[in-house]
């Protein structure tokens, strides 16, 4: 058999038509309750019973403007569950193996976060473990030596990829030196820090008051509080957890070429400033996003990938911190299409602002917000972190069920206008991250500043 | 939760189909399976099965260019597809109400794609530009999953780089994708999955609909690839301008996954006693007692266990400092592994590793879409996709005598090392893009 594929492309049936949506069910209710402990921390418990596990989510904002937090939370966040006055390291792993658990812990410069999962029979162990490193964790002088020595050893790793440098030099770009920018301690901060700073952070710092814990699995919701606050119950502190201070309003301007020699392909990343979810313009806000570059049938996407062939991986995506949030753009090019594709963004941003999307593109991105949340928010994990990030801004499971709404109610003219407000390329700076010698073209763009050779 | 028995039932033409209804949740996945991966593709076409899985988003003769995406997004659904050694996927989730479309959009590719040369010049571009984002632009790029088969085997199949060399994809042709799918991309060489949320008499008539009419072609024959184990250490490196520190991946043969499960299982377990967790052997060996590794794993398959048929690998890998030698690294690896062999772990220590194996077959279970993939390709390559809620059971009779045995397998002389050193830049690797 040798067909052409021409001979493949083609029946003698010819085309035929999409076959139109059927009846949608609705999700089921979830039972869940949303409370605040005494000790202050907020606990919302979701009932989710498709599997027999439990997921834990634990967000404490974890912001400071000490030049050496950095660092410090980074190795705290290392050896937070490396053992207590009751268990050592081993005895950790242990018993969360035994439930078919894990944990694990992450520091970022608005938060520590805590999370993991059981079998649903082992929730008891779970909180166990976690109310143990809370309240007990002893950051011995060994662990604290051994993670510092791990952390130096990874730091560098994680500086050497270009995603990273990317997004570091981006940060440096749009806020200066703002604790904000603060996402990877340099080794040598983290080699300063002693046990005793970490020791001292947990004490001030690893606090309930303003903290979130995110439980949804196959649990009683009431019932699961109950447990949660009683193991809990010796976490206490009349202080409240530190919140990361507002954003300075992002300035638009020139994009920053930061060199990188011997680059095969570039780093492009933009940002402009954009409104928090509580926002009124947010539901519009959301879905012009998913239109320019949300989502894979977005105009981004469909110029410099399907068309051009610029590049593998293009999006737009909202950055949300506690009191704001900013649009990004990210695509990895070749270097020698690297200006092709800033011209083509620049374009579209430009087309965006200008020229009203049709009807039947807000319909599909409505459709696709609207569907991609119940398809999301279809298992245990990603209603836990969905939660989760919704918590660490005040939001709750209110917000995820009425979202549809939302989205449903928002008019073409109010996407038109979130693109016209948000997405005019006079809105936007950032960054190129790239091997400046064949990098020339970019000059011919304008709005680009080179490094000093 | 909720398993019943997966129902499964084949099409006159040969498609094999997989249902698993479950009302949980609204949404609904589908899966193809193609039993054709990275190993069938011919010499001096590296990299075709997964340009030609790139080819297959790219229209058909009811679906224009970018049609299959905007139709299932505007659905509110998600999709991808992925190439792996022995198949490719095709996968899409959505609200249960878009599930006819699903089924309409896999039906009309498996039916009549159209390749056409401008598809296929773009789908390169794009291909090469993913390759340069994971691989020749990274640091540790394609380790170990490219890097060390080549170490490992002998063949091309096994042996050869999965993502392609930019000559091999920039020779491809449209009458290589016309014979590549006439080849492999039969209905009966294909598996089709339906998991969540729909009733089984609506998707059977659905699916007869749609999948019907797809003209029967012959199944390929499938070749083996088997090939003897190495019969020494083969050692090699590879010199990455852009890792700042060293990498080993060690690489030994296992028992086939497919005609020997419970041997295969073992090393599952051996991995978990290695390397899973705080209190794993070599975690506790390499990393936190004598501190000779930043980072150390262990596991089977390139890219995870079961999905790949025979020959599979079994994997370790740590990222070390400079000022540490390889053979240290080596020897410590060497006795965690004859002590094992030696002494057959506690039945505790097996009892952390099933119990985190039946955990993590649960969360598998919990997204739609992993459910749905694992059930298609445990229907693709053990005719059982029920095998997906027996192996719990599976790896927990799984016995430590047995684990001690797998250990004793993983031998020194029989083994393939791979390292990855951080070199200077030349101006013939900051260049090798072209």
Redesign the interface.
């Given at each position: 058999?040798?067909?052409?594929?021409e001979?493949?492309?083609?029946?003698t049936?010819?085309?035929?038509?999409?076959?139109?949506?059927?009846?949608?069910?609705?999700?089921?209710n979830l039972s869940s309750v949303d409370t605040v402990l005494p000790n202050g921390l907020r606990v919302i418990a979701v009932h989710q019973?498709?599997?027999?596990?439990v997921e834990l989510r634990l967000r404490i904002p974890f912001a400071s403007d000490a030049p050496t937090h950095a660092a410090t939370a980074e190795v705290l966040a290392a050896t937070i569950l490396?053992g207590t006055e009751r268990r050592d390291?081993?005895a950790?792993?242990?018993e969360?193996?035994?439930?078919?658990?894990?944990l694990s812990a992450a520091v970022d410069p608005e938060l520590l976060s805590l999370g993991g999962?059981?079998?649903a029979s082992g929730f008891d162990t779970l909180l166990a473990v976690l109310a143990d490193a809370l309240t007990g964790a002893v950051h011995r002088d060994d662990e604290v030596a051994?993670e510092k020595?791990?952390l130096i050893?990874?730091i560098?790793?994680a500086?050497?990829?270009?995603n990273v440098i990317a997004r570091l030099a981006l940060q440096r770009h749009r806020y200066g030196d703002h604790p904000f920018t603060r996402e990877i301690p340099e080794a040598a901060e983290v080699a300063q820090v002693r046990p005793v700073d970490v020791r001292a952070l947990h004490a001030s710092a690893v606090l309930p008051r303003g903290s979130v814990l995110v439980l949804v699995g196959?649990i009683d919701p009431a019932r699961a509080i109950a447990e949660a606050e009683s193991a809990l119950r010796g976490w206490q502190s009349p202080d409240a957890a530190v919140v990361l201070p507002p954003l300075p309003h992002l300035t638009p301007g020139d994009l920053q070429v930061i060199s990188r020699?011997?680059?095969?392909?570039s780093q492009i990343r933009l940002s402009a400033q954009a409104v928090p979810r509580t926002d009124p313009r947010y539901p519009a806000l959301k879905l012009a996003n998913l239109a320019f570059g949300g989502?894979?049938?977005s105009r981004l996407v469909?110029n410099i990938?399907?068309?051009?062939?610029?590049?593998?991986?293009a999006r737009s995506y909202p950055e949300f911190t506690p009191d704001g949030s900013t649009l990004l753009i990210d695509t990895?090019?070749?270097s020698d299409v690297t200006a092709a594709a800033l011209l083509e963004i620049r374009y579209e941003l430009g087309r965006f602002a200008l020229i009203a999307p049709e009807p039947s593109e807000v319909?599909?991105v409505r459709?696709?917000a609207?569907?991609?949340l119940?398809?999301s928010t279809?298992?245990?994990?990603?209603i836990a972190s969905q939660l989760a990030a919704l918590a660490a801004v005040g939001l709750g499971l209110d917000w995820l069920i009425n979202h549809p709404l939302q989205l449903q109610a928002v008019t073409a003219d109010e996407v038109a206008a979130a693109a016209q407000e948000f997405f005019a390329p006079t809105n936007f700076t950032g960054v190129v991250v790239g091997d400046v010698d064949k990098l020339a073209p970019l000059k011919k763009l304008g709005g680009i500043h080179f490094p000093d050779k | 939760?909720t398993v019943s028995q997966p129902l499964r039932y084949t099409l006159d033409n040969g498609l094999r189909v997989v249902l698993a209804p479950d009302e949980?949740?609204?949404?609904v996945g589908v899966s193809v399976h193609y039993d054709v991966g990275f190993r069938s593709e011919p010499e001096g076409r590296t990299g075709f099965a997964h340009l030609f899985e790139h080819l297959m988003f790219q229209g058909?003769?009811?679906l224009e260019?970018?049609a299959h995406?905007?139709?299932v997004?505007?659905?509110?659904?998600?999709?991808n597809g992925s190439t792996h050694p022995d198949y490719t996927d095709y996968f899409e989730?959505?609200?249960?109400?878009?599930?006819?479309?699903a089924l309409?959009l896999e039906a009309?590719r498996m039916?009549?794609?159209?390749?056409?040369e401008e598809n296929l010049?773009?789908?390169?571009?794009?291909?090469?530009?993913?390759i340069?984002?994971n691989v020749?632009?990274?640091?540790?790029g394609g380790f170990p999953w490219i890097l060390l088969p080549p170490v490992l085997f002998d063949t091309f199949p096994n042996a050869h780089n999965g993502y392609g060399g930019f000559e091999d994809l920039e020779q491809a042709t449209?009458?290589d994708?016309?014979?590549f799918?006439?080849t492999y991309y039969a209905p009966a060489n294909a598996v089709l999955t339906v998991a969540g949320?729909f009733t089984v008499d609506n998707a059977r008539a659905l699916i007869e609909k749609h999948f019907g009419?797809v003209p029967a072609?012959p199944r390929p024959e499938r070749p083996s690839f088997a090939e003897p184990p190495p019969a020494a250490e083969l050692r090699a490196d590879h010199p990455d301008?852009?890792?700042?520190?060293p990498a080993v991946a060690i690489g030994y043969r296992i028992p086939d996954p497919i005609e020997e499960l419970d041997a295969y299982l073992a090393y599952l377990l051996l991995a978990g006693v290695l390397a899973?967790?705080?209190?794993?052997r070599l975690q506790?060996r390499l990393?936190?007692g004598d501190?000779l590794v930043?980072?150390v794993g262990a596991g089977c398959g390139m890219f995870g266990p079961f999905e790949a048929r025979d020959p599979d690998t079994f994997t370790i890998t740590a990222?070390y400092?400079p000022e540490v030698d390889l053979d240290t690294v080596l020897v410590a690896v060497d006795e965690e592994i004859e002590r094992l062999a030696g002494t057959a772990p506690e039945q505790a220590e097996l009892?952390?590793?099933t119990?985190?194996w039946?955990?993590?077959l649960?969360?598998e279970?919990?997204?739609?879409v992993s459910r749905t993939l694992a059930l298609g390709a445990f229907e693709l390559l053990y005719g059982n996709p029920a095998l997906v809620y027996e192996l719990p059971d599976r790896i927990a009779a799984i016995t430590p005598e047995a684990v001690s045995a797998a250990a004793k397998q993983l031998r020194p002389d029989a083994r393939a090392i791979l390292t990855v050193t951080p070199s200077q830049?030349t101006a013939e690797?900051?260049?090798?893009?072209q």
């Open positions: 058999m040798s067909r052409t594929a001979e493949i492309g083609r029946t049936q010819g085309p035929r038509p999409l076959p139109p949506l059927g009846e949608q069910r609705a999700a089921t019973s498709t599997v027999p596990m490396t390291r081993v950790v792993d242990t969360l193996a035994l439930v078919g658990g894990e999962n059981a079998l051994g020595a791990r050893e990874r560098t790793v500086r050497s990829k270009p196959d020699p011997g680059a095969v392909q989502f894979f049938s469909e990938r399907e068309d051009k062939g610029y590049t593998y991986h990895d090019t070749a319909d599909t459709q696709y609207v569907g991609s119940l398809t279809s298992s245990q994990g990603g | 939760m949980t949740t609204p949404v058909s003769e009811s260019k970018l995406f905007r139709h997004q505007s659905s509110g659904g998600t999709f989730v959505l609200p249960s109400a878009a599930l006819e479309r309409f009309d039916r009549a794609p159209k390749l056409t010049r773009n789908q390169i571009d794009v291909v090469k530009e993913e340069r984002l020749l632009n990274r640091p540790y449209v009458a994708c016309a014979a799918f006439d949320d009419d072609r301008p852009l890792a700042p520190l899973d967790g705080d209190g794993s506790q990393v936190y501190q930043s980072e990222m400092s009892t952390k590793v119990a985190r039946a955990a993590s649960h969360k279970h919990d997204r739609i830049p690797t900051a260049g090798d893009d």
